[in-house]
């Protein structure tokens, strides 16, 4: 090759992709190599609740049994909550480092000292966000408000209290105000004169 010749690169001699394939995932951040199983949205009540404190796992003990009293029911683990519920979700716990963040599915929003916020998800239903942060908190009125969504979550699913469908809105006819503008004449121009 002479001195003025460029070296010519090949793509065999550029540094492999494929060896380094892999993704990172989206939930949890971890670096999972290709062809690698990874399951981290399912988890389980005990993983969920393995590092709490003393306090706050007795109160999720005493919520939990206080929960499953209610009735027929499914309670299972998602991503990073505890889920109750009939046909729908009706509450769910959402375990932190120093308190348990309660959601409560009511048909109104709720007051209490526990509650933080209230916000409305459907035209029937109001998440009630709850912080407990002792086991003497899960007690009246939070009882009495998780047998209220629970009734209300089993009276949806049993259609006593039906969702109305979605109608096409038909426009009502809106009387309009017609507003006519009435411009100054000009000096410079003469006026129209109407001959009768």
């Given at each position: 090759m002479g001195a003025g010749a460029a070296k010519i690169e090949t793509h065999a001699e550029e540094p492999s992709m494929k060896a380094?394939?892999?993704?990172?995932?989206?939930h949890c951040k971890e670096w999972v190599a290709a062809?690698?199983?990874?399951?981290?949205?399912?988890?389980t009540e005990a993983a969920l609740t393995r590092d709490l404190p003393e306090d706050l796992h007795e109160a999720w003990e005493r919520l939990r049994e206080?929960?499953?009293?209610?009735?027929?029911?499914?309670?299972?683990?998602?991503?990073?909550?505890?889920?109750?519920?009939?046909?729908?979700?009706?509450?769910?716990?959402?375990?932190?480092?120093?308190?348990?963040?309660?959601c409560i599915f009511?048909?109104?929003?709720?007051?209490g000292p526990q509650v933080r916020r209230s916000t409305r998800t459907s035209k029937t239903k109001v998440a009630n966000i709850l912080q407990i942060r002792h086991p003497d908190e899960v007690e009246a009125p939070l009882t009495d408000w998780l047998q209220d969504a629970y009734e209300l979550a089993g009276?949806?699913?049993?259609g006593a209290t039906p969702i109305?469908?979605?109608?096409?809105?038909?426009?009502?006819?809106?009387?309009?105000?017609?507003?006519?503008?009435?411009?100054?004449?000009?000096?410079?121009?003469?006026?129209?004169?109407?001959?009768?």
């Open positions: 380094e394939a892999g993704r990172e995932c989206y062809g690698e199983a990874h399951d981290c949205w399912t988890t206080v929960g499953a009293s209610l009735g027929d029911q499914r309670i299972y683990a998602s991503h990073n909550s505890i889920m109750f519920a009939r046909r729908s979700c009706y509450f769910f716990v959402r375990p932190k480092k120093s308190f348990l963040e309660v009511a048909d109104r929003a709720l007051a009276a949806q699913a049993n109305r469908a979605k109608q096409k809105r038909i426009p009502t006819p809106v009387a309009v105000r017609t507003t006519v503008v009435v411009r100054k004449a000009r000096a410079s121009r003469p006026k129209a004169r109407t001959r009768y």
